[in-house]
C-alpha cells in the first residue's frame, strides 16, 4: 500500500507568499474563506489529495460525478476503519476488561516461551491458527517466512531473533510456512543470472539452497509441486541457518533452545510440525536437517 504523502499548506497554489491558516488566505487584513476537501482514493497510489475552492457556502448545491465518487470512497474508508473500531471495543469489552489481571501484568513485562518466525501473507496469522494469547509469543513476520544466514549481516528478522534468545531467553523457535507461497513461487521462478534491483528478488535469495535441493529432488514433478516442495525445504534451510548464529547454537547445544518447523496448509487446513534433531544435522555437516517428533494435525 502507498504511503500517503504529507500536504503541505503553506506550498499551496492559493497561498502565494501568504500564510494560510484553516483554509482562510490572509490579505491585508481580510479572510477569504476558502472550503476544503479530502479526497481519498483505495484504488490508486495517489494517496490523499487536498483539494481546495474558492465557492461559497452552500446549504444546498448538486454534487458533481467526481464529489460523489470521492464521498463514495471516504465513506468505504471509514467503513473499513468502523469494523477495526468495533473490533477493538469487543476485544477490550470481552478480553482485556474479563482478564484485567492479567493484562496488566503483561504491561508491566514479557516472558514469551516461543520466538514465532512466520510469513506475511495476509492469510496465515499464528495466533489465529495456533491460539497465540498476547504475551506467549513473540513474533516477527518477513516474505516466505526466511531467516538469513549469520554472516548476511543486519536484518530486521535477526534483529528480532537476537533479542527474543538473549533478551527474553525464549524456549522455542518455531518457523511457520504455508502452503500457496508467493515468496517462495518467486525464488522458484528466477532465473539464477538475472540482474534485478527488486527487493524481494534481493530478498528470497535467502532461500537458493532449497531451491536448488528442491531442482535436485524433484525435477520430474510440475512446476506447482515444485513449489510445494520448495515452501518445505526452504523452512528446513532455515532452520540451519538458525545454527549459523554462535549464540543461537550455544544455547540448542545445551538444550536451552528448541528449534521447530512448521508448515500450514490452509487449503486443506492442516498442519504439519517438526523439531530439528540437533545431534543429527552436525552429523551431517549442517547441511541437511534431520528432524525429529514430526505431527500432523489434521
Known amino acids: 500500500m502507498a504511503a500517503l504523502q504529507p500536504t503541505s499548506l503553506s506550498k499551496h497554489p492559493l497561498s502565494s507568499g501568504t500564510p494560510t491558516i484553516f483554509g482562510s488566505k490572509v490579505q491585508s487584513g481580510d479572510f477569504l474563506p ?165 527487493f524481494i528478488r534481493s530478498w528470497v535469495t535467502v532461500g537458493k539452497n532449497a531451491k536448488l535441493s528442491t531442482k535436485a529432488a524433484a525435477s520430474n514433478l510440475s512446476f506447482d509441486q515444485q513449489c510445494t516442495h520448495c515452501e518445505k525445504e526452504s523452512i528446513n534451510n532455515s532452520l540451519l541457518n538458525l545454527l549459523t548464529y554462535p549464540w543461537i547454537e550455544e544455547k540448542v547445544k545445551k538444550g536451552m533452545l528448541s528449534l521447530h518447523g512448521g508448515y500450514y496448509d490452509f487449503v486443506n487446513c492442516t498442519f504439519e510440525k517438526w523439531t530439528l534433531d540437533y545431534k543429527g544435522s552436525i552429523m551431517n555437516g549442517k547441511t541437511r536437517v534431520v528432524v525429529k517428533d514430526r505431527l500432523f494435525w489434521c
Open 34 to 198: 476558502t472550503q476544503f476537501r479530502f479526497w481519498t482514493s483505495f484504488r490508486s497510489n495517489t494517496g490523499v489529495k487536498l483539494k481546495a475552492s474558492a465557492e461559497p457556502p452552500a446549504l444546498t448545491r448538486e454534487l458533481k460525478g467526481d464529489e460523489q465518487n470521492g464521498i463514495m470512497e471516504m465513506e468505504s474508508g471509514c467503513d473499513l476503519f468502523g469494523k477495526l473500531k468495533n473490533g477493538f471495543l469487543s476485544f477490550k469489552s470481552h478480553k482485556y476488561m474479563e482478564n484485567l489481571e492479567r493484562y496488566q501484568a503483561l504491561a508491566k513485562g514479557q516472558a514469551p516461551k516461543f520466538m514465532v518466525i512466520a510469513c506475511a501473507d495476509s492469510r496465515v496469522c499464528p495466533s489465529t491458527i495456533l491460539g497465540f494469547e498476547p504475551g506467549e509469543a513473540f513474533m516477527v513476520r518477513n516474505v516466505a517466512n526466511m531467516v538469513p544466514t549469520y554472516e548476511s549481516g543486519p536484518s530486521e528478522t535477526n534483529a528480532a531473533l537476537e533479542f527474543a534468545v538473549n533478551s527474553l531467553e525464549v524456549e522455542n523457535v518455531f518457523i511457520i510456512g504455508h502452503s500457496c507461497c508467493g515468496g517462495i513461487r518467486a525464488l522458484m521462478s528466477m532465473q539464477d543470472k538475472a540482474e534485478s534491483s527488486s
